[in-house]
């Protein structure tokens, strides 16, 4: 018999991959000494259900099943809403990667097979292998909670966690691999070799969120006219030569900078000098003050870095304020970390020290409001410059402020960021319905053009709404424009400060509540973008009610109804 060969220390495998591959190649060198790579056992069957709003879950789902089908399982991909907790008993290694929204809630996606596995009357799941990954971002209170929750119940209806739950913060880097490996060690037939995964095939080429594309701003300009409180922007940026493409509903991700003045406020205040060195994420070393700029948040005031104020500092003040976890929260809300520093004289002994305080200034999404059919070579932005005041200061939010101010000479990074999860029907002839008040018009501009360009047949129906008619009429032309050519079938807008009572888009549908059941009995599809907070809500509860009301449906009939255009795909959002 041929004597098996051995992966070497030095080969580029983490451990466990080492020695599956050991474990890989004493089966083929095993028995007749054939090294057939026929596998010795059946493929393991693996379910993959994802829970996604803006398809980062869905394209990690799609990445483990083309990993783990490189590695002898038979994985199938499952939206969730395509799922239900009846379906588990069919089910014998279940892997469930899911985001979360809103305040602590589920992606749209993912709400009926959560709510239906919450309820009491949830089905045993003796039998069912499981392990969770969950996608989040800890600035939020509840960070991960969809799938905590998931993770939770799941075991306690009896099922078994075969590898414990991953959460994810962020960016999935490592975390993603990490687990797929401990489900896959898990999962694994006991009568076949393990099989290395494949991790090499998931690089990423071109521009990416971790090398993204620096982009010339081709334009940047207000679309609220005079006596607006608002200052909307039409962002245009070129691709030209990047190699990027996108289709209408994805978005794009923009890495910010931080102002400058603000930046040197902090220098100067701290005593720290600008050229000082300090450590950015990658390990490099640039100045504290290109630190400052193009690497950390300065803006959002974290409990610990006013605890770390407190160690710097005497002031009785400060170390009243940190004595409860009370006064801690009320003074970090609505402030940034130049507020500390200000307040009570915070002086840093090293710029390395500023810098460990603080979080990684992150990329923002924006929903593509062009469509590279009409457009080509260019990506088209609709951004709401954010800007407020607390606790006595004008307070500009990062990154519109950035795209709103930036100069055109100098580049934006920018990477492509891919949402399947909103996408216009396949079907030209098929009606659609857009909902996007404010900048919630972002991706229906580019549907309209999309529309516009394909020549679709299908009717086109869009609900606009902000304040003033007169100086918030966003893309205004256009829409009229598209309402004289015949493409904008219906254009229903509502200014909610122009009269006495507000009036918003949820009123306009309620009173066209007969044409709006009608084109949904048609097969359109409903969009609704922008406000997740309220508008979103809102919309939602006017939609069931145009359903009672219209359809003749009483409440719950009227919740299966959406719940079905929801599983059809006809029921979209891309809120924020
Ligand atoms: C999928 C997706 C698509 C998006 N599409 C768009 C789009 O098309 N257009 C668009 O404009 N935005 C869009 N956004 C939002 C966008 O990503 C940014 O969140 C937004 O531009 C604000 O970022 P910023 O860096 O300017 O503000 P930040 O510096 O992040 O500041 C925003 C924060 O400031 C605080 N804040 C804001 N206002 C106040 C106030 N009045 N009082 C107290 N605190 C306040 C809040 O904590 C808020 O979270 C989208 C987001 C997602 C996830
Ligand atoms: C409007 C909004 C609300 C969010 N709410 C939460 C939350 O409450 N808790 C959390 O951990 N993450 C929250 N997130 C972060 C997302 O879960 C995270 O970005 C995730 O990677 C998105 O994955 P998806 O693209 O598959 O939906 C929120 C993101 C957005 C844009």
Known sequence: MISS?????????????????????????????????????????????????????????KKAAKLLGGANFDAKVLDMSELSPADLGEIENLLIITSTYGEGEPPDNAAEFHAALMAEDAPNCEGLNFSVLGLGDSSYPDFCQCSKEIDARLEALGASRVSDMVEVDGDPDDLFPTWVEAAQ??????????????????????????????????????????????????????????????????????????????????????????????????GSTVTVREALLYHYDVSILQEAFLVACGRLSKSEELKELLSSSETIKEYCSGRTIVDPILDFGITFPTAEFLVSTLKPLKPRLYSISSSPKAHPGEVHLTVGKVEWESHGRKRLGVCSSYLAEHELERPVKVYMHSNSAFRLPENDAAPVIMIGPGTGIAPFRAYLEEREARGASGKNWLFFGDQHEACDFLYREQLDAWQESGLLTKLDTAFSRDQEEKIYVQNRIIQNAADFFQWLEEGASIYICGDASRMAKDVDSAIHKVIELAGGKSEDEAIAYVSELKKAKRYLRDVY
């Open 5 to 61: 060969p051995q992966i070497p220390e030095s080969a580029p495998f983490s451990s466990a991959q080492r020695s599956w591959l050991n474990g890989f190649l004493a089966g083929m060198y095993s028995g007749d000494g054939s090294t057939s790579s026929e596998p010795a056992a059946p493929a393991v069957p693996v379910t993959i259900a994802f829970g996604s709003q803006t398809g980062t879950a869905e394209s990690l789902s």
């Open 185 to 282: 060690a898990a999962l694994g037939s006991a009568d076949a070799a393990p099989v290395a995964l494949d991790l090499e095939v998931e690089e990423e080429s071109g521009f990416t969120k971790k090398n993204p594309y620096p982009a010339g701003l081709l334009k940047t300009v207000n679309l609220n006219g005079a006596g607006s409180v608002k200052a909307t922007h039409h962002v245009e940026i070129s691709l030209d030569g990047s190699g990027i493409d996108y289709e209408v509903g994805d978005a794009l991700g923009v890495f910010p900078e931080n102002p400058a003045v603000l930046v040197d406020e902090i220098l100067e205040a701290t005593l720290i000098a600008a050229d000082e060195p300090a450590t950015v994420e990658d």
